[in-house]
């Protein structure tokens, strides 16, 4: 085999090479990427280390939906947006709103004083789950959830999400 015959194996290869790779792009193109959660949840029941547990159970057997804001105890835009939402959101009857800290290192006791601090004795604060974190696909800080009356999700929200318009509508199902 002489150098323009080894040359021209070589460029072969290559073509076939990059030709399966672009092939593989387009399949990975056509896979729709959602990176939040379903809108469709199935059974789950997550308990806190102070004794409160969520479960599709405790949701239904409430009848009324259910508000998750996941925080961070240090981050002031969590602080700030928590305490703008919560009168919002008790004003909205028929619903129960909770407060999750996504901080690993917070204790029962920490959240007590956190909600004394910030005023926030209208809203059920709760301490880090890590895996209500996994279910709910909580990534960032000031992610919202809202679960119906029948403990199905219908509102995921990120960080820059405050429509409490919306949410009041979610929220309302009930009255409907």
């Not at 890590?130 to 403990?151: C, E, H, P, T, W």
Request: net charge neutral; hydrophobic share 35%; glycine share 4%.
């Amino acid at each position: 085999m002489n150098l323009s015959s080894c040359t021209r194996y070589f460029v072969f290869i290559l073509f076939f090479v990059f030709l399966g790779s672009c092939s593989q792009q387009n399949q990975e193109d056509n896979i729709k990427n959602n990176t939040e959660p379903e809108l469709i949840v199935s059974n789950f029941s997550f308990d806190f280390n102070n004794g409160v547990n969520i479960s599709t159970n405790s949701v239904k057997k409430a009848d009324k939906p259910h508000f998750f804001y996941f925080f961070t105890p240090t981050w002031g835009h969590c602080i700030s947006e928590l305490q703008k939402i919560t009168p919002k959101l008790n004003n909205i009857s028929n619903s129960l709103y909770f407060a999750v800290s996504i901080d690993p290192t917070m204790s029962v006791s920490d959240i007590d004083s956190f909600k004394l601090k910030h005023n926030l004795d209208d809203i059920n604060v709760l301490p880090y789950n890590k895996d209500m974190l996994l279910y709910f696909g909580v990534r960032q800080r000031g992610s919202k959830r809202i679960l119906s009356s029948n403990a199905e999700i219908v509102y995921s929200g990120k960080m820059n999400d405050y429509d409490i318009n919306l949410w009041e509508k979610l929220l309302n199902e009930k009255n409907n």
